[in-house]
């Protein structure tokens, strides 16, 4: 992708009076000649056509972004930084949390699921990597994996916890879990009283399948 940033200098105004509006650009066509003109409210075709005719350029009822200092702009990236951070610690936490109720013959795999692999686990299992279309994960037991799933899974554990793409086929005690409550986030998926219950890991709402 190929771009440029340009700083562009712009005078905003109003047409209260259209006389007074045009003898005003012709006086000081100069300085405004590489400006651009941000007009709000009404604009009539008269003066639509000065402008052209004069090659100045414009806006009509546009509400531009208002410029930043520098100061504000660091304070604001700084907090971006910090909240990524929480975040982060956040999903830690919620890993933590969830990696401890693994038990029943727990299996750690550190490795990637590629296509055309199955897994066939008896026990809770913690994958530590990205699962791959084509490919398939069974577990008898409870699930969690850290990175991003594109294959298939069939779990049944009491809970899982993962981040599914579009791709992904996802059934939880034999029920297909609705892709588009498990992307681009942690999810937790539990079955509580007969119920599959998925929870956003940072988010407090709570969504039904």
Request: proline share 1%.
């Amino acid at each position: 992708m190929k771009s440029k940033q340009y700083s562009v200098k712009v005078y905003e105004t109003v047409v209260t009076d259209e006389l007074k509006f045009m003898e005003f650009f012709d006086s000081n066509y100069t300085l405004f000649k590489d400006h651009l003109i941000l007009i709000q409210g009404s604009m009539s075709s008269k003066i639509k056509t000065y402008l052209k005719n004069k090659n100045l350029k414009y806006l009509n009822d546009i509400d531009l972004p208002k410029g930043r200092t520098r100061k504000a702009l660091e304070e604001e990236l700084k907090s971006e930084k910090v909240d990524a951070a929480v975040s982060k610690q956040i999903a830690q936490n919620e890993l933590n949390r969830l990696s401890n109720q693994l038990q029943n013959n727990l299996t750690v795999l550190d490795e990637m699921v590629r296509s055309g692999r199955e897994i066939n686990i008896h026990g809770d299992l913690l994958l530590l990597n990205r699962v791959n279309s084509g490919a398939t994960i069974k577990t008898t037991g409870n699930l969690i994996i850290t990175k991003v799933v594109e294959g298939a899974i069939r779990c049944h554990g009491n809970f899982m916890m993962l981040t599914a793409s579009p791709k992904a086929n996802i059934v939880f005690h034999d029920v297909e879990v609705d892709n588009s409550l498990l992307e681009d986030r942690l999810n937790r998926v539990e079955l509580k009283n007969n119920e599959i219950i998925i929870t956003p890991v940072l988010k407090k709402e709570i969504n039904w399948a």
